[in-house]
Structure formats: structure tokens, C-alpha cells
């Protein structure tokens, strides 16, 4: 299933999205509170937190959305909501930003730990991030990156997720603007035989 789940933005929004069309991050599928609430709506109990990783009140409904043609059991689920739906740029109805989710879901579906002593190697399972510490990796995770939700999830013309070389390139182009500078960076093109 990881490799679904990273294929495409619409797949991964899919998979976030719950039996009542709500359209919620890792964390607040499993928590319906937060420690915080949200940056227009700070704790008065943390007066020192002004980011709280969410960035918007939640729109969740409780209860489904029904619509006369909607069987029971749901099996065409291609219209994720009836005026639910998440546009990229936006917030989840959750209030958390979406491409911040979206690469919380990748890097949890993705990503896999390994001991340095004994090998042994483990994914994410239960351990999510909250929305703060979400935001705060995310925001790493770019910087030092170049890399967003959008790299990590295009697809191209013909449907299917670009390739690690892609990645590599656009990684690259991010380094050699922002890090290397123009002439290292020609000589580490020429030195390695790139061309992008």
C-alpha cells in the first residue's frame, strides 16, 4: 500500500479522507483535539506558541452528506464531497495546511527506520506528528530539501509519478541556485557528466 499512497496527490487525499468525506490529516484522524487550536485561535494556557501547525479552524461535518444516488456502501466514491472538496493551497477540513499533510502522509507511508546496532527495520506506524511538530519538519524538510508536496507527488502526462531522477535533477537545480553557486555548480555538472 505505501507505494499508493505516495502515487498522486488525489490518491493520497483519498486516502486521508474519512467514511463521512471529512478530509483529515495523520494526526487528527486519530485525535479529535489538540493541545493547540489553531493560529487564529491561540491557547491562552501557552501564550508563548504563535504557530500551531494549524493553520485554519476546522470545517469537519460530523454526520455524512448523502446524496439520492449514493448507495449504501458507498462503492462510487469518485465525488469526494458535496462542497467538501480540498484544492491544493488550501486547508484540510481539519484546519491543517495541506501540503504540509500531504508530506506528513508521504514521509509516514515512505519512510522506514533502521537500528544501527542490531538492523532491525520499522516504519511510522502509530507515531504520528502533531500538527506543530508537523510543521516545523515540514518546513526543514523543504528548506534544506528543496523538495514540497507538489515534487514529491507530480505526475506526468501519462498518469504515473516522476522518477527518482526527476527528484534528483530538481534537488540539484534547488542546490545549485541556492547553495553551490554558478561556477561550483558547473563544475560539479561537468565533473559528474549532468545535464539538466
Known amino acids: 500500500m505505501p507505494l499508493f499512497a505516495t502515487y498522486s496527490r488525489e490518491l493520497a487525499?483519498?486516502?486521508?479522507?474519512?467514511?463521512?468525506?471529512?478530509i483529515l490529516c495523520?494526526?487528527?484522524?486519530?485525535?479529535?483535539?489538540?493541545?493547540?487550536?489553531?493560529d487564529h485561535m491561540l491557547n491562552d494556557k501557552?501564550?508563548?506558541?504563535?504557530?500551531?501547525?494549524v493553520a485554519y479552524?476546522?470545517?469537519?461535518?460530523?454526520?455524512?452528506?448523502?446524496k439520492e444516488d449514493d448507495d449504501e456502501d458507498e462503492?462510487?466514491?469518485?465525488?469526494?464531497?458535496?462542497?467538501?472538496e480540498v484544492k491544493a493551497g488550501t486547508a484540510l477540513h481539519c484546519g491543517c495546511w495541506t501540503d504540509d499533510a500531504l508530506l506528513d502522509f508521504y514521509?509516514?507511508?515512505?519512510?522506514e527506520a533502521e537500528s544501527p546496532s542490531t538492523h532491525a527495520k520499522d516504519g511510522w506506524r502509530e507515531d504520528l506528528l502533531d500538527p506543530r511538530q508537523r510543521i516545523f519538519v515540514a518546513t526543514a524538510f523543504t528548506a534544506h530539501s528543496g523538495l514540497n508536496?507538489?515534487?514529491?507527488?507530480?505526475?506526468?502526462?501519462?498518469g504515473r509519478?516522476?522518477?527518482l531522477e526527476r527528484l534528483l535533477c530538481h534537488q540539484f537545480r534547488y542546490l545549485a541556485n541556492n547553495s553551490l553557486g554558478g561556477l561550483a555548480a558547473e563544475a560539479f555538472k561537468k565533473k559528474h557528466n549532468i545535464n539538466i
Not at 495523520?26 to 489538540?34: A, E, K, P, Q, V
Not at 469537519?60 to 452528506?65: C, E, G, L, N, P
Not at 508536496?149 to 501519462?158: E, F
Request: charged content about 20%; glycine content about 4%; hydrophobic content about 25%.
Open 13 to 22: 487525499l483519498m486516502c486521508l479522507t474519512t467514511r463521512v468525506r471529512n
Open 26 to 38: 495523520l494526526y487528527h484522524s486519530r485525535h479529535t483535539s489538540s493541545k493547540y487550536s489553531n
Open 46 to 53: 501557552q501564550p508563548h506558541i504563535k504557530v500551531t501547525g
Open 57 to 66: 479552524p476546522r470545517t469537519a461535518v460530523s454526520k455524512q452528506i448523502k
Open 75 to 84: 462503492e462510487d466514491n469518485d465525488d469526494i464531497g458535496t462542497g467538501n
Open 107 to 111: 514521509l509516514w507511508k515512505s519512510t
Open 149 to 158: 508536496a507538489n515534487s514529491l507527488y507530480q505526475v506526468n502526462s501519462k
Open 161 to 163: 509519478n516522476q522518477n
